[in-house]
């Protein structure tokens, strides 16, 4: 699991590029860090950058279970990365993200404009 200064710098670098339109929604592993944690944090980082006044809506994002089968329900905490699927009785994965950024979405938004100063 990355540490969260790297969270953070992805993150900023990644909004940095897409034009957000002055909001943003990210999910974080609660693993990590709390969402009200990450809110401050990013704030302190992103003072005096074109990040600054973004409207930043951070959630807690949940581990899943997904199975071959289909199967798929929010993971328990403190697993191992692999499961019994409940429905076909196989392994199933478990995919714990640490990060995960829902608006902007860099494809519907497309990459920052420049603004150049006469």
Do not use: W
């Amino acid at each position: 699991m990355q540490k969260l200064g790297n969270i953070l710098i992805n993150v900023m670098q990644e909004l940095s590029r897409t034009s957000t339109n002055g909001e943003a929604h990210i999910e974080v592993n609660s693993t990590v860090c709390s969402p009200e944690e990450f809110e401050t944090l990013f704030g302190y980082f992103t003072r005096g950058t074109i990040l600054e006044r973004i409207d930043l809506d951070v959630e807690k994002i949940d581990p899943v279970v997904t199975c071959g089968c289909g199967f798929t329900e929010k993971a328990d905490e403190g697993h191992d990365g692999y499961t019994k699927c409940p429905e076909c009785g196989r392994f199933a994965e478990i995919r714990d993200p640490t990060y995960n950024i829902v608006k902007p979405n860099p494809e519907t938004n497309g990459e920052r404009q420049s603004i150049r100063f006469s």
